[in-house]
C-alpha cells in the first residue's frame, strides 16, 4: 500500500500548496505534505514550504544532462522520501513517462478550466483564462483529473463550473476560478489518499463512505 506521504510539484506562487498543507494539518486530507518539487528556483511556493519546514528540492532542467536523466534523479528522490501520491499544483512542465508509470494513477493534476475544453500544451495560467474569455463561453471552473503521459488528459475526477457570464475580465475569472480549484482540490486528494477512486475505463468513480 502508497504511503499517506505527498509530494506536491508546484512551479509558481503556490496558493494552491498552501491551502493543501492547510487542509493537511487541519486533518481533512489524512496525509502528511512530505515534499515539494519545483522546476523554479524563484517559485513562491519554496518560501511558503521553507516557512514551514517542508523540504524543498528544485529539478531545473539546467542542472542536468537532459530531461531523461532529470527523470531518473526525480523518481529516485521521490522513492527515497518514500512518496505515495503526487500533487501538481501548478506545475508546468510535463510528468515523465517513467514517474506516471511508477505512480499510476496516484497522480492528480488540477486545471483551471472544464476539460476537455481549453486543455493542452501552452494552456496554463493566464493563456487558459484568456482563451475562455475570448472564446466567450458562459461557464468556466475547474478540473481535478488524474494525470497520464499527455497535458491535461488523464481521467476527470473532479469538477465544478461556475457562471462567467457578469464577468468582464480573464483576471476576474481567474481570481473566481482559484477560489473553486481551493474548493475541489482537497476533497480529490482526500478521495485519492483515502482510495476512494476507482478508474473503469476513461470514468473515475468514487466509492465507500466519506470518513468525516
Ligand atoms: C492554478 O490556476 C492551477 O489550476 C494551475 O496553475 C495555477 C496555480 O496557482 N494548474 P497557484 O500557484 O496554486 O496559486
Known sequence: MAENRIAIFASGTGSNFKNIIEKSSDGFIPATIALLITDNYTAGAIEIAKNLNIPVKVFSKKDFLNREELNVQLLNTLKDMRIGYIVLAGYLKLIGANIVKAYSNKILNIHPALLPAFGGKGMYGSNVHAAVYQQGVKVSGATVHLVNEIYDAGS????????????????????????????????????LVENRLRVVGKRVEIVGEDSN
Open 156 to 191: 476527470i475526477v473532479l469538477q465544478k463550473a461556475i457562471s462567467i457570464e457578469n464577468l468582464t475580465s480573464p483576471e476576474e475569472i481567474a481570481k473566481n476560478v482559484l477560489k473553486i480549484e481551493h474548493e475541489i482540490y482537497p476533497i480529490a486528494i482526500k478521495l
